[in-house]
């Protein structure tokens, strides 16, 4: 599951063709990895008052530019589950392509940190989730779906 939280001004991302945009971009990068379910992709939009976000000593609201702060957490792949060297890589290109459009074209100041957790503490409607490529996650990608597998239920 990438979760993408996006910490921004008020005055950004204030209509939903432009949230739409940048969650589009941030499917198309998940998408062309060519292995995980739409549906494990959650991304929140958190507008932050003026006065409530600061970078360095000054509030956010007051610098010259927009800044974003995005964190992401994996759940559903790590870089481990690529060669070596390869994964963080991918990643950090991945995640800079997705926030092509929405952010660096538009001249504002971002950062984004992503941080990787095990799998093995997470459920999606009830369901341990499949392995990680596996047949199974073949399955519920081209279905869109949670659906029952085998190993999907604790052991009673």
């Known amino acids: 599951m990438p979760l993408w939280n996006i910490y921004h001004p008020s005055t950004t991302f204030t ?24 549906f494990y ?21 007051e610098q010259e530019t927009p800044f974003i702060r995005i ?8 870089r481990r589950d690529f060669p070596e060297g390869v994964g963080a890589a991918r ?16 001249g504002w100041g971002w950062e984004y940190h992503v941080m990787e957790d095990e799998r093995d503490l ?5 369901v341990i989730p499949p392995p990680f490529r596996g047949e199974v996650e073949r399955k ?3 279905e869109d779906k949670v ?8 052991a009673a």
């Not at 209509?15 to 739409?38: C, R």
């Not at 990643?91 to 538009?106: F, Q």
């Not at 659906?147 to 604790?154: K, L, V």
């Open 71 to 78: 964190t992401i957490s994996h759940l559903a792949a790590s």
């Open 15 to 38: 209509t939903p063709p432009e949230k739409d945009l940048f969650v589009a971009d941030i499917l198309a990068y998940y998408h062309s990895q060519g292995t995980l379910p739409a």
């Open 91 to 106: 990643m950090r290109r991945g995640v800079d392509e997705a926030c092509r459009r929405s952010i660096v074209e538009k």
């Open 140 to 142: 519920w990608r081209e």
């Open 147 to 154: 659906s029952e597998w085998e190993g999907g239920r604790e």
């Open 122 to 126: 997470w459920k999606i409607d009830g």
């Open 41 to 61: 992709v959650v991304v929140n939009f958190h507008p932050m008052p003026a006065g409530t976000m600061y970078r360095g000593s000054t509030p956010v609201s």
